[in-house]
């Protein structure tokens, strides 16, 4: 059995799944008085899915994960493309966004409709939203929808889009972080802010996809946090509310007005360079069982949270070891997981990804230190792949009662 957490004794509260909803919480969290544990004692199950690499298909890195019932669908930055493989890591089709090397033609954010089969694309400095079908094929253009960065579609047909802003140093100018649509169509905007003299949103820090809006059981509510706050909000199609507030060891904890202190100094990011272990946002938040994920990003390490809202018990991914349940092969380790972490959840699984480097390297130790037998379809990707392969999709789920 895995033991309780000291952590839950040092909680300021207790927690209840329905009080959670009525009233924000706060709780006092050291990260590292999170546990780890093995993948086996961890996780229900775990799954490396390789996705096929050929010429049409070679991409360098997943910064958007879309999942649905037939696909895997993947955003890379690196080649301005989204690409479409089958549930089994074959390759289906790609939209090619054209040349990485022209700014205003890059693709930030993908949004999948489900059920109309649609793959919503946002462009760098293009004013509209191009729709294609699942063949890849252009079928509209919407100049209705603004919020280019990151949004996410709900089972309700409204749409949550973080609206990213510049601050404004000469004038004050309210600005509402969320905003939600329905059909193009602006119906409320949440969590305003002044933008005068605050942290300006606008930079490469915010447009990564740690900040992305990661799909929760509850396809009517999403989690999520801004730049240089303690706190995750819960977000509906007509609310955001505090869902949950932290306090940080001081260490961690950037100083009172400390980004506003800096204006015209530095940008955010290269405060935060400057103090590296400064906890400069909370990304990756969802909720999944009676789990809560999520992503406490600094410049040095970022530590993967989950958190049970029963018990108060706490684990950080980053403390796992691998072990004969997931084939001694690499786990919250390496580029693309400091960059991306968890980067999407469906039907109770989370995803993330792993280099074909290091699976490889992960081979070449097993095969010097202990005898691992693989899946069938694992075999085939060592016989025939190499070290600069695709990125290997990892799908696990987490044991009841952590």
């Known amino acids: 059995m ?48 390789p996705l096929e690499t050929t010429k049409a298909s070679l991409f360098g890195k997943i910064d958007q994960l879309e999942v649905t019932d037939d696909y895997y669908i993947i955003l890379d930055g690196a080649t301005n493309c989204v690409l479409m493989f089958k549930k089994d890591g074959s390759f289906y ?9 022209n700014y205003r033609n890059l693709i930030r954010h993908i949004t999948v409709d489900r059920n109309k089969r649609i793959i919503y694309v946002q462009r760098n400095m293009k004013p509209m939203r191009e729709g294609y079908d ?21 089972a309700n047909g409204y749409l949550v889009a973080r609206h990213f802003y510049n601050r ?25 802010l002044n933008s005068f003299g605050g942290p300006d949103a606008n930079t490469f820090t915010l447009a990564t996809s740690q900040m992305n809006l990661l799909r929760s059981e509850q396809d ?69 069982g009676n789990y809560l994920v999520f992503r406490l990003n600094t410049f040095s390490k970022p530590a993967t949270m989950i958190m049970n809202l029963k018990t108060g018990n706490m684990i950080q991914l980053e403390k796992v070891s691998t072990d004969s349940s997931s084939y001694f092969l690499p786990f919250a380790t390496g580029n693309d997981w400091n960059n991306e972490g968890i980067t999407q959840i469906d039907s109770g699984y989370l995803y ?25 379809h694992l075999k085939q990707f060592f016989k025939k792949g190499k070290s600069s392969d695709n990125p290997v999709l990892i799908r696990f789920k987490l044991k009841d009662n952590l």
């Not at 040092?10 to 093995?38: H, I, N």
């Not at 404004?168 to 305003?192: A, E, Q």
């Not at 306090?247 to 800096?262: E, Y």
């Open 2 to 49: 895995i033991r309780k957490s000291l952590l839950a004794g040092l909680f300021t509260l207790l927690y209840s799944g329905l009080q959670l909803y009525a009233q924000e919480r706060v709780m006092r969290l050291d990260p590292k008085m999170a546990r780890g544990g093995t993948t086996g004692k961890i996780f229900e199950t775990m799954e490396f899915i």
């Open 93 to 101: 089709k790609k939209i090619a966004g054209g040349s990485p090397d």
């Open 134 to 154: 699942f063949n890849c094929n252009l079928i509209s253009k919407d100049s209705g929808i603004k919020d280019k960065f990151v949004s996410t579609l709900l």
């Open 168 to 192: 404004d140093n000469k004038k004050d100018s309210v600005i509402n972080r969320i905003v939600i649509y329905k059909d193009s169509v602006i119906t409320k905007g949440l969590l305003p």
């Open 220 to 288: 009517t509510v999403v989690y999520l946090s801004d730049y240089n706050e303690q706190v995750i909000y819960r977000v509906t199609k007509d609310t955001a509310t505090t869902f949950l507030r932290f306090i940080f060891p001081l260490a961690q904890t950037v100083p009172l007005n400390a980004m506003r202190d800096s204006i015209g100094k530095q940008r955010p990011w290269e405060y935060f360079i400057k103090h590296p272990n400064y906890i400069s946002s909370i990304g990756n938040t969802a909720m999944i």
């Open 352 to 376: 993330c990804a792993a280099a074909a480097s290091l699976m490889f390297s992960a081979l070449e130790s097993n095969t010097a230190y202990r005898q691992v037998t693989y899946p069938d």
